[in-house]
């Protein structure tokens, strides 16, 4: 009986989350839906990303730069083999996949503080190199939608129309973004509550008793790498169709910076939390622009804000409503 | 007629190598310190060394002499990381490494902020503590400014050693970071010695700033950030727990990116952040502790 | 045929010779003490058998073929679990999950019965890591049980135990292998409970075994008891 209540609860927290996201648009205004977007964008990179620093343990400092690699596979296809913006989304994900795949592997030899180094320095080293085969990537000045493969710009007249229903370029965008959020989201989620989630976690606290269940770490953390690549690929892809233009500078080591921020913000190991890290990342420098518009002042915000957030909150918004749940979550799981 | 190898060139490039490597190894020790002492390693380093030598800069601009402004920034910037230690780092001390982490990223953005705040964003310069006239020797151009850089590395590390080993302070700071518990038990007050080691280490950030900024034409709020990327690399090079490492680390990486750059064309200048952290990566992978480090040995 | 047969069993760790020429074996069905002074090479050996270290030399077979291709995480597959000294726990699991990852790579018995075979009925959904000390210990053990295992090896399990719960232990170990079909192969310091359900006892003092057979011949073998008293 309690089972069913908890399904049943579950399922009814989905069908409001999908009914707020398709409700939205409705309340705010355009430009509004733009910013909600790529609120969207930063929540599928840090629910990758969660995959794979809350649940598996490995640090990662260099998801902006997987966001790079699937933000540049999808310019790529877009100006130099004029692809349709949205169809490169999944090659987009795949590639950063790959890429994500390769950097585990030399992360099965590194953890904690050293792989946080290790994927450091990917981030900070990719924009030089993107720079450097300005064959391909357009170097320092980047590749331009807008100059380049303006035909492929889904939406560039202004209004996008699906199915005969027609919408404003924004709105289309945000639920592209908010449609792959969610359904990414639960993609995780079913990962997660079976027997890979449960590996994983095993690995993130105690690889010895880990092993000794059978658990293939390298096997489980290449996955797990290549799982939150593919999610940070298809982020990036969106973030450059959402921008129509990619630079080197557009996915700076501070971008990697901040998604891990944003990670641990909305609670590691807490899926429903990664909607607030989004939001925090997305707003904080907008509401701390409003106190002050002296130069520095949002970065001393935000810097105050994550030291504040991690000594009185070190478990994030996650946490907390972990916390708040569990006394519901205890009644409904356990028999008497 | 084959051209001979231009031995000329390549040593006048080690030494502008050596030179690079000189303005990293100050803040390589800064990173060694901390990690040592405290067993955090500090993403904020550079900026709290940019911040300080914000400071000397401003005691300079209101009159004050070089060296007065010097001495007095080793002063303020000791208590500085002394202070923050205690705030900041003291409520998660125990808490796991990504906590840490975060935090020494909050500060990142609180220095950084900090000082654009407070100082505007246009450049500045500071003297010089050295002369850098440059000096000819066998056809190698140098300047006492890089010695200078250099000797004071060296001579850091070499005062570094004597606290650790000889002093009753440097005995109770390595207990700290060691064993934190036993040595509550015998009575060291170990929330201090992590202070100390905080300041001891904005202090050489301070150092590492106030030399580095002369260097360079002029210098705004971002100019430590390449130095940091550097630094690390370097500490990791020579070991992020050995102090002389963090210092011939950082001399090494410098002539290496420097020769890299010059005789292997497709490198250039653009490449050669990559390459120190590939190096980064290699040294991670194939022998983590460094050079110099010790091998960390798990027991089961 | 052994179940489990340790040949010239070598593993030094730069100078030190921690495991050196051991050889002995574990029949099916046995419980079998592994003792010796502290130091004396005994987790060492559990480390190899898992093959989270790999010898210098020597052999390990496990029910006919050798032990050494095997992967650390294979070894559970081929039907061998174990317990830890100090108590690895799933700091987020609970014990339901605790067990349910037991059976990650081999299926025993079900969840639900080993959680009761274990005494743990109404902890299922607690934090394993906020139980008591010697309640974890159980859900360890319950964890190992659920891959099936042929061949249990006991971390010694009586470690910070009072008397009552050693006793306690002593069946219950006893009836594990009566119950499950196990061996078990045990590392122990507490002499009463070894002695008290051990087939054979093999005695191993820096690194060397010095004493094999029944509880009451290594009792008063020589060799033995000068390792653990020193000559006079």
Known sequence: MRRVLGIGAGALVAVGAVALVAFIPRLVSDFHSFDLALVGV????????????????????????????????????????????????????????????????????????????????????????LKKFSGLTGGTDGLSFFEKAPGQVTGISGTVTIFGHSMTQNHFFYYLTWAIGLVGFALVWLILRGRFGRAFRAIR????????????????????????????????????????????????????????????????????????GALFIKYLPTVSTHLSTRPGAPDFVFGVAIILIMILLPTGAGGLIGRALKPLTTWLYTRP | ?????????????TVIGLSSGGTWALLALALVLIYRSTGVVNFAQGEMAMFSTFIAWSLVDHGLSYWTAFALTI?????????????????????????????TIGLFFVFNGAARWHWSTETRTLPNAFSTRPIHVAGVAFSIQDLGNIAVSLGMV??????????????????????????????????????????????????????????????????????????????????????????????????????????????????????????????????????????????? | MALLSLEHLTRRFGGIVAVDSVTFDVADGEIVGLIGPNGAGKTTVFNLITRLYSPNDGEIAFDGSSLLRTPPHGVVKRGIARTFQNVELFGSMTVLEHVLMGRHARRGRGARELIEYTGLSGLAHRDARELPYGVQKRVELARALASGPRLLLLDEPAGGLNHEEVQELGSRIRHLRDDFELTILLVEHHMGLVMGIADRVHVLDFGVLIATGTPAEVQNDQAVIEAYLGTA
């Open chain 1, 42 to 129: 930063y929540f599928i990179a840090i629910v990758g990303l969660n995959l794979l620093t809350g649940y598996t343990g490995q640090i990662s400092l260099g998801h902006g730069a997987l966001m790079a690699i699937g933000g540049y596979t999808t310019a790529i296809l877009v100006t130099h083999e004029h692809w349709r913006d949205v169809w490169t989304i999944p090659l987009a994900g795949l590639v950063a996949g790959v890429v994500g795949f390769v950097i585990g592997l030399p992360a099965l030899r590194l953890s904690g503080l050293y792989l946080a180094l290790a994927t450091f320095g990917f981030a900070v080293a990719l924009p030089s190199l």
């Open chain 1, 205 to 276: 606290d105690s690889e010895i008793a880990a092993v000794s269940t059978g658990v293939n770490l390298a096997r489980n953390k290449t996955l797990a790498f290549a799982i939150s690549g593919v999610y940070a690929g298809v982020a990036g892809s969106l973030f450059v169709i959402l921008r129509e233009i990619v630079t080197p500078l557009s996915f700076s080591f501070l971008l990697s910076i901040t998604l891990l921020v944003g990670a641990v913000v909305g609670g590691l190991g807490s899926l429903p939390g990664m909607v607030l």
């Open chain 2, 1 to 13: 007629m084959p051209l001979a190898f231009d031995w000329t060139q390549l040593a006048q490039q």
């Open chain 2, 75 to 103: 002063a303020i910037s000791f208590g500085g990381g002394f202070a923050v230690e205690r705030v900041v780092i003291r409520p998660v001390e125990r808490a796991p490494v990504l906590t840490v982490v975060i935090v």
């Open chain 2, 158 to 300: 070499l005062l570094l050693w004597l606290l650790f080993r000889f002093t009753k302070l440097g005995l109770a700071l390595r207990a700290a970071a060691v064993n934190p518990g036993e040595s509550r038990l015998v009575g060291i007050r170990v929330s201090w010695m992590l202070a100390i080691g905080w300041g001891l280490a904005a202090a050489m950030g301070g150092v590492a700033g106030m030399l580095a900024a002369p260097a360079l034409a002029s210098f705004d709020q971002t100019f430590m950030q390449p130095v940091l990327l550097y630094a690390f690399a370097g500490a990791v090079l020579g070991g992020l727990d050995s102090p002389l490492g963090a210092v011939v680390g950082s001399l090494l990486l410098g002539v290496f990116i420097n020769l890299i750059g010059n005789y292997v064309g497709w490198v250039g200048n653009v490449l050669k952040l990559p390459v120190a952290l590939a190096v980064i990566l290699g040294v991670l992978l194939v022998r983590p502790e460094g050079i110099f480090g010790r091998p960390r040995v798990r027991k089961v």
